[in-house]
């Protein structure tokens, strides 16, 4: 745990955590259904692919968040790469732990893909991306929102 914020960020080796399962159903209560889809992953892929990162946020011993960088499944040109399944939990949001699931995943990918992409219709989100150099794709792609090229100078994601 990092003492600024009270957050600790890892990297899974294995299967999602059980406590994944009351996350997802928060999310879904919430009406952010796009995590119906990282429910569908749990439940199928229990080892991690290759090139798959998976990341989770503690608060103490409660999961406070969870992201993932994967090979983007709507390109298959293996260049790309693909944000997916970034949520936090609301009683933690606002606190940094978005931006350093973001980070975790980003610097993951580094050297993996040459561009990443994701998508989202969360105005809050979207600042926090492009804070990090992602640029909107103004719907030039049915599949993603944004996109950031790999070659691009890293950010830290505060501005």
Request: glycine share 12%; charged share 25%.
């Amino acid at each position: 745990m990092t003492p600024q914020d009270g957050f600790s960020v890892e990297r899974l080796e294995r299967a999602f955590p059980v406590e994944l399962n009351a996350l997802i159903a928060e999310a879904l209560a919430e009406g952010d259904d796009f995590m119906s889809g990282l429910a569908e992953h749990a439940r199928t892929a229990d080892d991690l692919d290759a090139e798959e990162g998976r990341f989770v946020g503690w608060a103490a011993d409660r999961l406070a968040g969870v992201a993932s960088i994967t090979a983007d499944p709507y390109v298959t040109d293996g260049l790309t790469g693909r944000l997916r399944w970034i949520y936090v939990r609301p009683v933690f949001r606002g606190r940094g732990l978005g931006e350093r699931l973001v980070r975790a995943c980003l610097d993951y990918g580094a050297g993996r893909w040459q561009r990443i992409r994701l998508h989202t219709e969360n105005p809050i989100a979207e600042r926090i991306y492009l804070r990090f150099g992602f640029v909107a794709l103004g719907g030039t792609s049915p599949r993603a929102t944004h996109e950031r090229s790999s070659g691009q100078a890293q950010r830290d994601g505060n501005g």
